[in-house]
């Protein structure tokens, strides 16, 4: 499997905490089937994560990428960082201020969970004026897009994709993120799965639970596509098939 959204660097934000939470992290992803991730750390968030500059983010991905090697743990990680939307993101994109998924054209986008719709279209819509595609983080958790999916189907098929997380599936997240999340999978609205993993002893890597699930109420191939095929494809800068 292929997670593309993890806290997993250690003290850039609220994920792991020192390296040692971050190997136990990567140990639990790898056990659990995981090959690789991409370690989204929270970027933009007006003060609430003290922020870090990108050179300070790629010396602690290169500092955990040489700690994995140095434990013999095989296990892929890329950069990427989980961007709270403001108006000022395209202004910060444009300067090279913010990291994409792997240095491809998919940034990972959160929003306010209490975001209204237009302003979440609005934000959407200058981002997608970049010639950028939008990853848009756990859509099951925004408040509008409990209470309607039809503002979020709008922007699907625009060429936005949606990232679900594997807890809100499990109910972690309250009924109402749990109800969306099947609306979603049910419709076939989900471009791909992740963890959004923080800790190794909570909202961890673990990831073979939802594969199981997945496999158990839809089918084989739907589990695939979520869990290796998009993520594959995203990583990799390649086109994602909407279908």
Not at 86 to 108: A, C, D, H, K, W
Not at 117 to 129: F, I, K, R, S, T
Request: hydrophobic content about 35%.
């Amino acid at each position: 499997m292929i997670d593309i959204h993890t806290h997993i660097l250690p003290g850039l934000d609220d994920g792991a905490r020192d390296m040692e939470d971050s190997l136990s992290m990567a140990a639990l992803a790898l056990k659990s089937g995981v090959h690789t991730l991409v370690a989204t750390s929270h970027a933009n968030t007006g003060g609430f994560f003290k922020e870090y500059s990108i050179e300070e983010y790629l010396q602690r991905l290169e500092a955990f990428r040489k700690a994995l090697d140095e434990v013999k743990l095989p296990l892929r990680v890329f950069s990427g960082m989980e961007i709270y939307m403001t108006r000022e993101v395209p202004r910060m994109i444009r300067e090279g201020i913010l990291l994409s998924l792997n240095q491809t054209g998919y940034f990972l986008t959160e929003f306010s969970f209490g975001i209204e719709q237009e302003e979440m279209d609005e934000m959407l819509h200058d981002l997608m004026e970049l010639g950028v595609t939008p990853v848009i983080a756990h859509p099951e958790r925004y408040r509008c897009v409990q209470e309607s999916e039809r503002g979020i189907a709008k922007w699907k098929n625009r060429g936005c994709l949606l990232q679900v997380n594997r807890g809100s599936i499990f109910g972690r997240f309250g009924s109402g993120a749990k109800q969306c999340v099947d609306r979603l999978l049910d419709q076939h609205m989900v471009t791909c799965i992740a963890s959004d993993a923080h800790k190794p002893y909570e909202r961890t890597t673990y990831m073979a639970d939802v594969k199981e699930y997945m496999e158990q109420e839809y089918s084989f191939e739907y589990s695939k596509k979520l869990l290796y095929d998009n993520p594959k494809r995203i990583f990799e800068g390649k086109k994602i098939i909407q279908k």
